[in-house]
C-alpha cells in the first residue's frame, strides 16, 4: 500500500508524480537533485494506493547525526528527519478522501517512517495547490502568512492586475531603454551566480542561501525542460537576473539577483512582468512569486504583492512527531547548551 521511491529510480518517480493532476516542479526528481547536492539530505518518494485514494510525498531525509550540534552525541544513520525540498510540496491526495482513508494513510506512513528511524517531520505545503487543507487530521498545520499569485490566463489579466504605481514603474523601466531576454546555457548561470552572491552579500544572508557551481551545473542540465534564466539588460549590461522554474501549467519564481546601482530603473518589475507574459503565451496558468521573508508582510512582500494585489495564496507549514520518545531524547542533549532556547517556535526542536 505504501512504497518508498529513491533517488536512483528517477522514471518511476516522475511516472507516479505525473500520475497527479496538480503535481508541480517541487515534486519532480530532478529538482530535488540539486539540493541534494547542497547539503538538504536524501530525496525519498512516498507513494500511498488503497482503494479509495492515492497519495505521495516528497521530502529530503537527514541523518540527524551530521548536524555539527550533535556530533559525537549520537550514532551515525541512527536518528533521521525528513522534511519538505527547498520551495513548496507536502502530500498530493487524490480519490474518496474521507476519515477513514486519511486515518489509514497516516497509520501507514506513521509506520514506515518510525521503521526507518524518522523522528520529525517539516511541511512546506504548496500555496497554489492548497494541500494542507485535507491534511489536518495527519499534521499540526499553522498558516504564516500570504503569498502572491499572479493569474496567467491572458497579458491583459496580468495587466489590469497590476497596480497603477507598479504599471507605471513598468513603463518607466521600458522607456530607460531595460530589455528583457531569457535563455538557460553555462555563460548566463556563470552571470547569475556572481550577481546572485553580490546580492547575497548586501542582504547579509545566510551562508544557506549561497549555493556551489555544482548545485547550478544540477539546474542547468538536471533542469534543464523546467528552468529559465530572465535577465535585464541595460546599455549591453547585465543588471538584474531571475531563475524561473516551471511544470504542468505554474511557474515560479525561484531565486533572483539585482545589481543594487541600477536599482532606480527597476529592471525587476519589468523582468517579472515579462516572465508572467511569457508563461501566458505558453501556457501557463499561473505564476506564484512567494511572499515576505519570515512570511512577514514586509518590504518584499509589498513588492511582490504590487503584481496581483487581489492575491489570495497563503503560505502553511505542517509538523508531525513520529517517535516523541526519540524526539525529547534529542531535545534533553540540546537542553544543557547556552546557545538553545527551549522556547522559540522552531521545529523540530533539537535543530533549533
Known amino acids: 500500500m505504501l512504497t518508498v521511491i529513491t533517488i536512483d529510480q528517477p522514471e518511476k518517480w516522475d511516472s507516479i508524480v505525473k500520475g497527479f493532476k496538480g503535481y508541480d516542479v517541487y515534486y519532480l526528481s530532478d529538482y530535488t537533485k540539486a539540493f541534494s547536492i547542497h547539503g538538504d539530505g536524501e530525496p525519498m518518494l512516498f507513494y500511498y494506493e488503497n482503494q479509495d485514494i492515492k497519495a505521495m510525498n516528497v521530502v529530503m531525509k537527514r541523518d540527524i547525526s551530521i548536524d555539527k550540534r550533535f556530533t559525537l552525541k549520537i550514532p551515525p544513520n541512527t536518528f533521521y528527519d525528513i522534511a519538505t525540498p527547498y520551495g513548496y510540496g507536502g502530500f498530493l491526495i487524490e480519490g474518496n478522501v474521507t476519515e477513514d482513508s486519511m486515518r489509514a494513510l497516516d497509520y501507514e506512513y506513521s509506520s514506515i517512517c518510525k521503521s526507518e528511524g524518522i523522528i520529525s517531520e517539516f511541511v512546506r505545503f504548496h500555496?497554489?495547490?492548497?494541500?494542507?487543507?485535507?491534511?489536518?487530521?495527519?499534521?499540526?498545520?499553522?498558516?504564516?502568512?500570504?503569498?502572491?499569485?499572479?493569474?496567467?490566463?491572458?497579458?491583459?489579466?496580468?495587466?489590469?492586475?497590476?497596480?497603477?504605481?507598479?504599471?507605471?514603474?513598468?513603463?518607466?523601466?521600458?522607456?530607460?531603454?531595460?530589455?528583457?531576454?531569457?535563455?538557460?546555457?553555462?555563460?548566463?548561470?556563470?552571470?547569475?551566480?556572481?550577481?546572485?552572491?553580490?546580492?547575497?552579500?548586501?542582504?547579509?544572508?545566510?551562508?544557506?542561501?549561497?549555493?556551489?557551481?555544482?548545485?547550478?551545473?544540477?539546474?542547468?542540465?538536471?533542469?534543464?525542460?523546467?528552468?529559465?534564466?530572465?535577465?535585464?539588460?541595460?546599455?549591453?549590461k547585465i543588471i538584474a537576473m531571475s531563475m524561473i522554474l516551471y511544470s504542468n501549467l505554474q511557474m515560479h519564481y525561484h531565486l533572483s539577483a539585482s545589481d543594487r546601482e541600477y536599482q532606480k530603473f527597476a529592471p525587476t518589475n519589468l523582468l517579472l512582468f515579462e516572465a508572467a507574459c511569457w508563461g501566458s503565451v505558453n501556457g501557463y496558468k499561473t505564476f506564484h512569486l512567494g511572499g515576505g521573508l519570515g512570511s512577514k508582510e514586509d518590504s518584499l512582500y509589498k513588492f511582490k504583492k504590487a503584481f496581483n494585489e487581489n492575491s489570495d495564496t497563503e503560505f502553511t507549514i505542517g509538523r508531525k512527531i513520529f517517535n516523541q520518545e526519540k524526539y525529547d531524547k534529542l531535545v534533553s542533549i540540546r537542553e544543557n547548551e547556552s546557545d538553545f532556547d527551549k522556547d522559540e517556535l522552531f521545529f523540530p526542536m533539537y535543530r533549533g
Open 127 to 236: 500555496p497554489y495547490l492548497n494541500n494542507g487543507e485535507d491534511l489536518k487530521d495527519i499534521y499540526e498545520i499553522s498558516t504564516l502568512g500570504k503569498t502572491i499569485t499572479m493569474n496567467l490566463y491572458s497579458k491583459d489579466q496580468i495587466w489590469s492586475n497590476i497596480t497603477s504605481k507598479n504599471r507605471n514603474v513598468i513603463r518607466k523601466a521600458k522607456k530607460s531603454g531595460i530589455e528583457i531576454y531569457w535563455g538557460r546555457n553555462p555563460k548566463l548561470f556563470d552571470e547569475f551566480i556572481s550577481l546572485y552572491n553580490k546580492t547575497m552579500d548586501k542582504d547579509n544572508a545566510k551562508e544557506y542561501y549561497y549555493f556551489k557551481k555544482d548545485f547550478y551545473n544540477s539546474v542547468l542540465f538536471d533542469l534543464k525542460y523546467n528552468s529559465l534564466m530572465f535577465y535585464a539588460v541595460y546599455q549591453k
